[in-house]
């Protein structure tokens, strides 16, 4: 087993700390302050004390530990919503579809976890790369496995990561070498929900994970619902990602109205359920999701990577569904949340174009609709409404995606009163950003505009810019660091 090199020693909190930078604090998905020159302080418990121009802080700062990042920027942490921790080995493998792709390289790369030092070595190396690229919070899929959903918890809590986790649940349609017995699977992701749900005062939680329909009975979704509400922990699952998906899940449950309506049935639905994708919905579906409070996960780097579509982002964001962005990984090729801040304003851009296409052709046709009178326009209508072109399309902006990936990705997950954003009392998950990388003119003068900041950062940005990240006021990756862990691995030891 390779031998990683500790963090403790960089993840002690000082006494009250001053960062000083150019500060970026969304605070909603169209109001963002930006600060040229700030000061986020930070108390010894790693709460924010307060957010201020670096001019307000007394010359005489005795009884504070002063960082001086300037130029660089102050960004809140990102939040992953949606990843998959033994698929990281497996990442950007080409070819096929959904089903196709699971069967080829991910249920291989799964059943390898059932060696828990396989398990560990992962572990490091997925959190590490998360953590050196921003991301302070992360929602994960672990494998069927036990012990290597406990080693993942494991690691996340001595690397400083706030992790969301849950062990894979499957019961049928499943190689048999992933597929459970239904009690058991129960009995141990309620083992580990005991054990680490709430550990550190909430840095870690669990999910209850069933897969998805296909590989899930409706017994055991039921019954993971029920433990779920019992320990008020969390759901996560996939929703309507691929169309062959869903011809499988509608004979599989043919009494359900649709996709969506089998996790109603099973109890699924509500403020703590996270479903990925939802790629396929009808507008019944997204009023279901509405109702119930449920969670969006985007994650559109993955869809076009598996040829699964285009979510409908702005639908979603103006039935005030709560959305996250999540990197998907591996089917999203990368662990990177700045390179799918972009791919989800590409995505949303993609989708404008493709129905602005489609309704202009069949505004060539309406002629030939309006000869058979009232029912044709009746028909053209319907027509409109079934492909989505009823209505002039949106397109999400870099505001909104880097919104979605900071607070917006915090309210998704219910943490929005704890990270997302500097504010005085939430915990200070931070990321140090040298901006020069992705501006050609090599700028990171104050008197860069908020949009051009953004809209490099979201079409731009890249892990190389992350000099440091921090959790609850604790440096948990710095440039460095990461270097020398890295060379660490090859050779064995440090």
Same mark, same amino acid.
């Given at each position: 087993?390779?031998?990683?090199? @500790?963090?403790?020693?960089?993840?002690?909190?000082?006494?009250?700390? !001053?960062?000083?930078?150019?500060?970026? #604090?969304?605070?909603? *998905?169209?109001?963002?302050?930006?600060?040229?020159?700030?000061?986020?302080?930070?108390?010894?418990?790693?709460?924010?004390?307060?957010?201020?121009?670096?001019?307000?802080?007394?010359?005489?700062?005795?009884?504070?530990?002063?960082?001086?990042?300037?130029?660089?920027?102050?960004?809140?942490?990102?939040?992953?919503?949606?990843?998959?921790?033994?698929?990281?080995?497996? !990442?950007?493998?080409?070819?096929?579809? &959904? &089903?196709?792709?699971?069967?080829?390289? %991910?249920?291989?790369?799964?059943?390898?976890?059932? #060696?828990?030092?396989?398990?560990?070595?992962?572990?490091?190396?997925? $959190?590490?790369?998360? &953590?050196?690229?921003?991301?302070?919070?992360? *929602?994960?899929?672990? @494998?069927?496995?036990?012990?290597?959903?406990?080693?993942?918890?494991?690691?996340?809590?001595?690397?400083?990561?706030?992790?969301?986790?849950?062990?894979?649940?499957?019961?049928?349609?499943?190689?048999?070498?992933?597929?459970?017995?239904?009690?058991?699977?129960?009995?141990?992701?309620?083992?580990?929900?005991?054990?680490?749900?709430?550990?550190?005062?909430?840095?870690?939680?669990? *999910?209850?994970?069933?897969?998805?329909?296909?590989?899930?009975?409706? @017994?055991?979704?039921? +019954? *993971?619902?029920?433990?779920?509400?019992?320990?008020?922990?969390?759901?996560?699952?996939?929703?309507?990602?691929?169309?062959?998906?869903?011809?499988?899940?509608?004979?599989?449950?043919?009494?359900?109205?649709?996709?969506?309506?089998?996790?109603?049935?099973?109890?699924?639905?509500? /403020?703590?359920?996270?479903?990925?994708?939802?790629?396929?919905?009808?507008?019944?579906?997204?009023?279901?999701?509405?109702?119930?409070?449920?969670? %969006?996960?985007?994650?559109?780097?993955?869809?076009?990577?598996?040829?699964?579509?285009?979510?409908?982002?702005?639908?979603?964001?103006?039935?005030?569904?709560?959305?996250?962005?999540?990197?998907?990984?591996?089917?999203?090729?990368?662990?990177?949340? $700045?390179?799918?801040?972009? /791919?989800?304003?590409?995505?949303?851009?993609?989708?404008?174009?493709?129905?602005?296409?489609?309704?202009?052709?069949?505004?060539?046709?309406?002629?030939?609709?309006?000869?058979?009178?009232?029912?044709?326009?009746?028909?053209?209508?319907?027509?409109?409404?079934?492909?989505?072109?009823?209505?002039?399309?949106?397109?999400?902006?870099?505001?909104?995606?880097?919104?979605?990936?900071?607070?917006?990705?915090?309210?998704?997950?219910? &943490?929005?009163?704890?990270?997302?954003?500097?504010?005085?009392?939430?915990?200070?998950?931070?990321?140090?950003?040298?901006?020069?990388?992705?501006?050609? @003119?090599?700028?990171?003068?104050?008197?860069?505009?908020?949009?051009?900041?953004?809209? +490099?950062?979201?079409?731009?940005?890249?892990?190389?810019?992350?000099?440091?990240?921090?959790?609850?006021?604790?440096?948990?990756?710095?440039?460095?660091?990461?270097?020398?862990?890295?060379?660490?691995?090859?050779?064995?030891?440090?």
């Amino acid at each position: 087993m390779l031998t990683q090199p @500790t963090v403790a020693r960089d993840i002690v909190a000082e006494p009250r700390a !001053v960062y000083r930078a150019r500060l970026l #604090n969304p605070q909603s *998905a169209e109001a963002f302050d930006y600060l040229p020159d700030g000061a986020l302080v930070v108390n010894a418990d790693g709460t924010i004390a307060e957010v201020v121009a670096a001019s307000r802080i007394a010359d005489d700062a005795s009884h504070v530990t002063l960082h001086d990042f300037r130029p660089h920027l102050l960004i809140p942490g990102l939040v992953d919503v949606h990843s998959h921790l033994p698929q990281y080995d497996a !990442v950007a493998m080409d070819g096929g579809e &959904l &089903l196709s792709w699971l069967q080829a390289h %991910i249920f291989p790369a799964e059943a390898r976890f059932a #060696n828990p030092e396989k398990a560990r070595d992962a572990a490091e190396r997925f $959190f590490r790369d998360m &953590l050196a690229h921003g991301t302070t919070t992360a *929602a994960v899929y672990a @494998t069927i496995h036990q012990e290597a959903t406990s080693v993942a918890f494991s690691v996340a809590e001595r690397l400083g990561m706030r992790a969301i986790i849950g062990k894979v649940m499957m019961d049928q349609n499943a190689p048999p070498m992933l597929c459970e017995d239904t009690e058991t699977s129960l009995k141990q992701s309620e083992e580990l929900c005991q054990q680490w749900h709430g550990r550190d005062r909430g840095r870690l939680q669990y *999910a209850f994970s069933p897969r998805f329909a296909l590989t899930c009975s409706m @017994t055991l979704m039921r +019954r *993971a619902g029920e433990l779920a509400r019992q320990y008020n922990a969390y759901v996560q699952t996939h929703l309507s990602e691929n169309l062959d998906e869903l011809k499988w899940v509608k004979r599989l449950f043919p009494q359900a109205q649709h996709y969506t309506d089998v996790y109603r049935r099973a109890g699924l639905l509500g /403020a703590k359920t996270l479903m990925a994708h939802c790629v396929h919905l009808s507008d019944e579906e997204f009023d279901l999701l509405q109702k119930t409070d449920t969670r %969006i996960c985007h994650c559109p780097s993955a869809n076009f990577f598996l040829k699964s579509g285009i979510m409908n982002l702005v639908k979603a964001m103006k039935r005030h569904i709560h959305v996250g962005i999540g990197t998907d990984v591996g089917a999203g090729p990368s662990l990177s949340l $700045f390179r799918e801040m972009g /791919a989800a304003c590409l995505a949303s851009k993609a989708r404008w174009a493709m129905e602005r296409f489609y309704r202009e052709r069949l505004l060539e046709v309406w002629a030939e609709f309006s000869m058979l009178g009232a029912r044709g326009t009746q028909l053209f209508r319907r027509v409109l409404a079934h492909l989505e072109l009823d209505e002039e399309a949106h397109v999400a902006d870099p505001k909104l995606v880097f919104y979605l990936a900071t607070l917006g990705g915090a309210r998704a997950l219910g &943490l929005d009163h704890h990270i997302g954003n500097f504010a005085p009392g939430k915990d200070a998950d931070f990321v140090v950003i040298d901006t020069t990388p992705i501006d050609p @003119t090599h700028d990171e003068s104050e008197d860069q505009s908020l949009d051009t900041l953004l809209s +490099r950062l979201v079409y731009r940005g890249k892990g190389t810019m992350v000099q440091a990240t921090f959790v609850r006021g604790r440096r948990v990756h710095e440039e460095a660091q990461g270097r020398r862990a890295k060379f660490c691995q090859r050779l064995g030891s440090c």
